[in-house]
């Protein structure tokens, strides 16, 4: 069950049925959307993409997936899930344009990452990022993140393998 997890600013809590509306917004907007997987979709897809978060992800448990509020308003999305790319978790976050440069995507990393660190015991939790995404590349290299490899996308673009070893400031603390 993806728990509810809160920083400073934001909550990232399981998405419910009346997100959809907001969630198709989030994807569909080509300034999100260019740099989540292989780019753009329909809007049909991102709907069925958004169906699957509750009768796959959810109701098999299969990885953490947040919507992403401040002040009540979905403002983004992220995850936290086993990858293909790597023998690990891949963390994923993305915010809505109106959110960009204010601090929130480091707040969203940094609670994804310190549950995959906690809650899910790992020792080491990776992103990829398209080289472009410049912004997001400088925001995981502020939060620890080195450079693993690149790979090379059939289309010939080049993404980014970045990780996160588990240090001891990021253990949890000892229980009372």
């Known amino acids: 069950m993806t728990p509810t997890l809160r920083t400073e600013r934001l909550l990232l809590e399981p998405y419910v049925p009346e997100d959809e509306e907001d969630f198709v917004a989030l994807f569909q907007d080509a300034r999100v959307s260019r740099w989540m997987g292989d780019g753009s979709a329909s809007e049909a897809e991102d709907r069925a993409l958004f ?3 509750f009768t796959k992800v959810y109701a098999r448990d299969l990885f953490d997936v947040w919507a992403v509020r401040r002040d009540g308003l979905l403002v983004g999305h992220a995850e936290i899930k086993p990858t293909d790319v790597v023998a690990g978790h891949e963390i994923i976050y993305a915010l809505a344009p109106a959110a960009w440069g204010s601090g929130l995507g480091t707040e969203v990393a940094e609670a994804v990452v310190a549950h995959g660190f906690g809650a899910l015991g790992l020792s080491e939790v990776y992103a990829t990022v398209a080289a472009p995404n410049t912004a997001s590349l400088a925001l995981l290299d502020r939060l620890g993140f080195a450079h693993v ?3 090379t996308e059939e289309d010939g673009s080049t993404t980014r ?4 070893h588990r240090t001891a400031r990021d253990a949890p603390a000892p229980a009372r």
């Open 149 to 151: 490899r690149d790979v």
């Open 51 to 53: 169906g699957r978060i």
């Open 161 to 164: 393998v970045l990780a996160r």
